[in-house]
């Protein structure tokens, strides 16, 4: 059996689309439509229902799906058995949210860079609902996002939270520690609408009954810095990015007497019984923001 047409079947499955699947393994759709078509003609069975439109395995395509992901998990195992232990060439399409590019993405990259030289990297930036989207489409393997995707297929752990600040420019902002109500005549930027950091924001500024001049969404981190910068009001930003973002020497944390909430960070990725780079790159993540949480640890207590 062509274990070839096999991983073609497990993704149009798992993907519940042959275009999807055919994206994902960088195959034509007739291409993928032809192995799954070998494979049922060599088992004898029909593995998709192909008798409307919308997709629908059949009870036998519903049971072989098991046995292709032991065979494609097996398949991972001898060759990890029998291998020269040469470095193995990670390809993987990565997804994150600018809180996560300005914190600590990029020092976690070089480090898997490191530990992985062969590393073909795919990088997507967008907001959370865009990054949950195209991972449950299956054109993204691994995502950091603020909130957990959900389909059947994609496994999600919750990472270390950020903290939130206010953030001002210091030419303007000197004050040691700001009420809520110093800021009642402030522009106030924050991320964009519906998302955790704008409706948290709404609930602070609602139970402290303070009522900003404005409130402003902006997906971009970059343009709020440089709104910030220009003294265009203050920002609600991740901690951790205001520290990485050296270029604006005139940023600065205001420390204010209400807490913002901190922004939950979710790392969600799609199995992939075929390949070890995924679960590769998930253990690399998780071990890299444990050691940035247990340093910021330390350093807060020194």
């Known amino acids: 059996m062509n274990l070839r047409f096999v991983e073609a079947f497990y993704w149009v499955a798992s993907l519940r689309s042959v275009t999807r699947a055919a994206e994902k393994l960088f195959l034509t759709q007739s291409a993928m439509s032809s192995r799954v078509a070998a494979l049922e003609e060599e088992l004898g069975v029909l593995l998709l229902d192909r008798s409307d439109k919308r997709f629908k ?27 020269s232990g040469a470095p193995m060439e990670v390809s993987i399409r990565l997804g994150a949210i600018e809180s996560v590019l300005h914190s600590w993405l990029i020092p976690w990259i070089e480090q898997l860079r490191k530990d992985n030289p062969l590393l073909e990297l795919e990088l997507t ?29 994609i496994r999600t752990q919750a990472l270390t939270p950020m903290e939130m600040v206010f953030v001002g420019n210091s030419t303007l902002h000197r004050k040691r520690r700001y009420a809520l109500a110093d800021f009642a005549e402030t522009d106030i930027l ?12 709404l609930d ?20 709020m810095v440089q709104l910030v910068q220009g003294g265009f009001g203050v920002a609600t930003l991740p901690r951790q990015a205001v520290q990485r973002l050296l270029a604006f020497p005139d940023l600065r944390p205001l420390a204010c007497e209400a807490e913002l909430r901190p922004l939950p960070i979710h790392l969600s990725y799609r199995e992939d019984p075929s390949s070890p780079a995924v679960e590769g790159v998930v253990r690399s993540a998780l071990a890299f923001v444990e050691l940035q949480a247990e340093r910021s640890k330390g350093r807060a207590k020194s």
């Open 190 to 201: 924050t991320f964009q609408r519906g998302s955790q950091p704008h409706v948290s924001l």
């Open 204 to 223: 602070v500024l609602r139970q402290a009954q303070v009522e900003p001049r404005c409130v402003h969404t902006i997906s971009s981190i970059s343009a």
């Open 125 to 153: 930036v967008e907001t959370t609902p865009v990054l949950l989207d195209q991972i449950r489409r299956g054109a993204l393997d691994t995502v950091f996002a603020a909130l957990p995707a959900s389909a059947e297929g």
């Open 57 to 83: 395995l059949t009870v036998a395509g519903t049971r072989f799906l098991t046995y292709a992901k032991r065979m494609l998990e097996l398949q991972r195992q001898l060759k990890a058995e029998m291998g």
